[in-house]
């Protein structure tokens, strides 16, 4: 284990899972279904990350508080059925938490998902337990608010300079900033690499697996 990192926090959808092209989908059949005008995919893909009611609202300024309720159920109906066979894990991944596991290190997930779809997902791939902890948008305050990483962070009793944040997403890497918390930036999902170098990332990585090999060498 790397001395400087005892936790290693992790996006969901878009580091761990790849189920970008689902979540845009979903939210364009929830557009056409609830009366609105779709958002092209480059928007849609720049507000993954937030709490899905977030999301809706950045997409939709002028939606109304039953238009949301509708909205979201058109969305969740979808993408639900959408995730019957759930989104597969990025090529490395199940491997490379599973080394990085028996080396010690503690792992959480900080999701923009409601706690309902993550634990499903977590029950298909057979992690219920698998995880330290795992906070989810709808049990706590949506990205790129720290509380997560601060709910993480005290459950793990682990500081916030010794924990990494994982994630694809602009407002994963500004929560980790907001938190005091060092991060890793994937090339792999919802946004681009050079977005997200904007937010000073530690490490950016193409493969999951860069992540095993980058804290094998820092801890030689």
């Known amino acids: 284990m790397h001395p400087d990192y005892k936790l290693l926090i992790f996006d969901w ?6 189920s970008i092209g689902r979540i845009v989908e979903s939210m364009h059949i929830a557009a056409d279904r609830a009366g609105f005008a779709r958002r092209d995919d480059y928007a849609v893909k720049g507000i993954i990350g ?4 977030e999301a809706i ?14 909205f979201r159920q058109h969305y969740a109906d979808h993408y639900i059925a959408l995730e019957a066979e759930p ?6 991944v199940a491997d490379t938490l599973q080394l990085l596991r028996g080396e010690g290190y503690r792992m959480a997930v900080a999701t923009g998902k409601a706690r309902r ?26 990205k790129p608010h720290p509380l997560m990483l601060e709910q993480i962070l005290a459950h793990c009793g682990v500081q916030a300079g010794q924990a990494l944040m994982v994630g694809d997403s602009s407002f994963d890497l500004q ?28 490490l950016a990585i193409d493969h999951f697996p860069e992540l095993h090999a980058w804290l094998s060498r820092r801890a030689d």
């Open 13 to 18: 959808d878009g580091t761990l899972a790849n």
């Open 50 to 53: 937030l709490g899905l009611p």
């Open 57 to 70: 609202r950045s997409l939709y300024p002028d939606i109304d508080g039953d238009g949301l309720v509708i």
């Open 87 to 92: 989104s597969p894990l990025f090529d490395g």
């Open 117 to 142: 779809g993550l634990d499903r997902v977590l029950k298909a791939h057979g992690w219920d337990d698998y995880f330290d902890i795992t906070r989810a948008a709808d049990e706590t305050a949506s």
């Open 175 to 202: 929560m980790a900033r907001n938190a005091g918390m060092s991060s890793v930036a994937v090339s792999y999902g919802a946004q681009t690499i050079e977005a997200l170098k904007a937010f000073e990332p530690c």
